[in-house]
T-cell receptor, first 113, second 111 residues
Framework: NAGVMQNPRHLVRRRGQEARLRCSPMKGHSHVYWYRQLPEEGLKFMVYLQKENIIDESGMPKERFSAEFPKEGPSILRIQQVVRGDSAAYFC???????????FGPGTRLTVT | GEDVEQSLFLSVREGDSSVINCTYTDSSSTYLYWYKQEPGAGLQLLTYIFSNMDMKQDQRLTVLLNKKDKHLSLRIADTQTGDSAIYFCAEATGTASKLTFGTGTRLQVTL
């Protein structure tokens, strides 16, 4: 039973480019969450999605960031026109219907140069 | 407001017990979690406790919850070098859709 998968594991972008981060939840999980971890800090919630729906995006920056979880395929976190301050580790988690447990992927480490 | 605090660093000798502490401020928390993060890796869910419980034991791990003081602790018995990692506590409110994490405690296990 594969865990939460994220790709790429490392992503380097120049300022102004777009970053696309992908997350495939565990089999049978229909709830996906994105978190960001800045260096030497804890994780900060960004967004919670179910298939084709954004449930809670209270942690998403107002501009440049968007997320989707289509009916088919992985969840995507998209960052447009990246800036140096976007450099961080981005983690995806998924949970089953019970919502109690969140299982995390290995993360995508974004570096903006 | 939501704020979860942890001490930054803990050093223990192999074979001793480790106790990692956490305080939180949201009295409506429903679940409280402990996660382990090894260097360059994601977070591994270790255990969690429902807010109406005061203790949970799982093999070498014991979680204590003092809801009155909003204090959560994780005790690791017979600590091994493989336990060296950063430990995060997290709280969830309502339907647990959003976790609020502490800053993490780095556990160093020495021989």
């Amino acid at each position: 039973n594969a865990g939460v998968m994220q790709n790429p594991r490392h992503l380097v972008r120049r300022r102004g480019q777009e970053a696309r981060l992908r997350c495939s939840p565990m089999k049978g999980h229909s709830h996906v969450y994105w978190y960001r971890q800045l260096p030497e800090e804890g994780l900060k919630f960004m967004v919670y999605l179910q298939k084709e729906n954004i449930i809670d995006e209270s942690g998403m920056p107002k501009e440049r960031f968007s997320a989707e979880f289509p009916k088919e395929g992985p969840s995507i976190l998209r960052i447009q026109q990246v800036v140096r301050g976007d450099s961080a580790a981005y983690f995806c988690a998924s949970s089953p219907t019970s919502l109690v447990e969140q299982y995390f992927g290995p993360g995508t480490r974004l570096t903006v140069t | 407001g939501e704020d979860v605090e942890q001490s930054l660093f803990l050093s223990v000798r192999e074979g001793d017990s480790s106790v990692i502490n956490c305080t939180y401020t949201d009295s409506s928390s429903t679940y409280l979690y402990w996660y382990k993060q090894e260097p360059g890796a994601g977070l591994q869910l270790l255990t969690y406790i429902f807010s109406n419980m005061d203790m949970k034991q799982d093999q070498r791990l014991t979680v204590l919850l003092n809801k009155k003081d909003k204090h959560l602790s994780l005790r690791i018995a017979d600590t091994q070098t493989g336990d060296s990692a950063i430990y995060f506590c997290a709280e969830a409110t309502g339907t647990a859709s959003k976790l609020t994490f502490g800053t993490g405690t780095r556990l160093q296990v020495t021989l």
